[in-house]
């Protein structure tokens, strides 16, 4: 029981002393960080991490895809079945005038 009232008697000691330095001290504080933000050092600084974030973002990326050949559900969707392949290789024989290689052994009796 003794914790909760020091425990309760902090909160408040804490709120009041809060109150009182409150919307001074946040405005303080405020304007010390726009001035960091806004300094051209810090700038520079930001657009030289946000670079390499970016290359090693992009090298990750580009792993990942050496990894993993399927970069997105459309390219996916968009790979011929083999089914798919197999009739256009078919179509493509016979417009040359010859006889798919799958289908020649496929006649034969032995």
Sequence with gaps: MRYRITFVAGIAIGYVLGAKAGR????QLSR????????PLVQEVAGVVGAQTSKAGRAVYDRAVEKMPITSVRDFLAR???EEVDLVESETSL????RPSRDSDEGRDA
């Design 32 to 39: 010390t960080a726009r001035r960091v933000a806004d300094s």
């Design 95 to 98: 417009a040359n005038g010859t």
């Design 80 to 82: 011929p079945s083999e």
């Design 24 to 27: 001074a001290r946040y405005e």
